[in-house]
């Protein structure tokens, strides 16, 4: 975050950054640049076999140094301490109040990992009665004749009585207080070419039971997506992070990690078990308790497209909103 800030200032202070390793994937990493002023939130990078050696960037959020009529600017605050985190006094409550600013998604394009990127276009996501207030997490995979396929979400309100109800005017339980009962489903989208923006498709039908994995696991749904496809098998693959689970059911809130699977990218099942929790072991023997453990995605191998590491924003200690990005390899 920009200016040293916690991840409660998300929707104010997000910027994509460019870090290089020059000892493998999983590091060290050097901070280059910053490649998106804020706000800018969730990239993904596709290539650069995706649309004639380009290189393609996925994220929400302008990246011009702009934010939501100007309602709630850059989060200034938290120089002090200048740890990473944000003062439990200031810049509170802005990502609900900007995120319908960063539900877009901007699609860039370049030769070179390293830039220049010029823009392609603003990729517009539906706005209806549930995805009032919704970042769309765009995961997307873009085949060798140009097409696309991406995961999306939306949110809104899911009451138990009423899941999964996309009807609208919301039912009067869930108007009345959306934040109450708000859970994030996640969608298809396809697009005829990656360059057309006009082109992109938004698909309604959620992926999951009730929106988000089943009533028992995840009460408020999934999100962050990662999608990619087995070059043995050609089905599809993705990585969830669970946004949430009812008491008793053994699973971690905000922590733990599912992953799903499709054999056609249209008809989705989920894999057994956690894709990933809190518990991180390391090579010195020790090892720690993430207090979260969002966004994730992976490292593939160039010549296989196998999965080698896992990257997901991470979070440690009580009481803070202090995140960095933890990379862990796959065994």
């Not at 994509?16 to 990078?45: L, M, N």
């Not at 995961?151 to 339980?173: K, Q």
């Not at 396809?190 to 959620?206: I, K, M």
Request: some cysteine; proline content about 8%; glycine content about 10%.
């Amino acid at each position: 975050m920009d200016l040293h800030c916690g991840l409660s200032t998300w929707s104010t202070n997000s910027r994509i950054i460019r870090a290089e390793s020059t000892t493998g994937p999983g590091g060290s990493y050097s901070f280059k640049e910053v490649v998106k002023d804020r706000v800018a939130h969730e990239p993904t990078v596709i290539g650069p076999t995706a649309g004639k050696g380009n290189y393609l960037l996925y994220h929400v959020g302008a990246g011009r140094g702009q934010w939501a009529q100007n309602k709630n600017p850059p989060c200034k605050s938290c120089s002090s301490p200048g740890n990473g985190s944000t003062p439990k006094e200031v810049c509170k409550g802005y990502p609900h109040d900007d995120a319908a600013f960063v539900a877009q998604t901007w699609l860039w394009k370049s030769h070179t990992a390293r830039g220049p990127w010029s823009e392609v276009g603003v990729v517009q996501t539906p706005d209806g009665p549930h995805d009032g207030y919704s970042d769309s997490n765009p995961a997307p995979i873009v085949f060798a004749n140009g097409t696309v396929m991406m995961l999306w979400r939306s949110a809104g309100c899911a009451c138990s009585d009423h899941c999964p109800a996309l009807a609208s005017p919301l039912p009067a339980a869930c108007a009345a207080n959306t934040h109450s009962c708000w859970q994030s489903r996640l969608h298809l989208a396809t697009a005829t070419h990656w360059s057309n923006v006009s082109s992109y498709s938004f698909h309604r039908q959620t992926l999951f039971p009730c929106g988000g994995l089943t009533p028992n696991v995840a009460e408020r749904g999934a999100e962050d997506p990662y999608l990619y496809q087995d070059r043995t098998t050609a089905a599809f693959h993705a990585i969830l992070h669970r946004n949430g689970c009812k008491d008793g059911t053994g699973c971690e809130p905000t922590v733990s990690g599912q992953h799903a699977f499709s054999p056609d990218g249209h008809k989705w099942y989920l894999g057994a078990g956690d894709a990933y929790t809190a518990n991180v072991n390391y090579t010195d023997g020790s090892w720690e308790k993430l207090r979260q453990r969002e966004r994730p995605h992976l490292i593939l191998d160039p010549a296989t497209g196998k999965p080698t590491h896992l990257i997901t924003g991470a979070g440690v200690g009580e009481g803070t909103d202090y995140t960095y990005t933890h990379i862990q390899p796959i065994r």
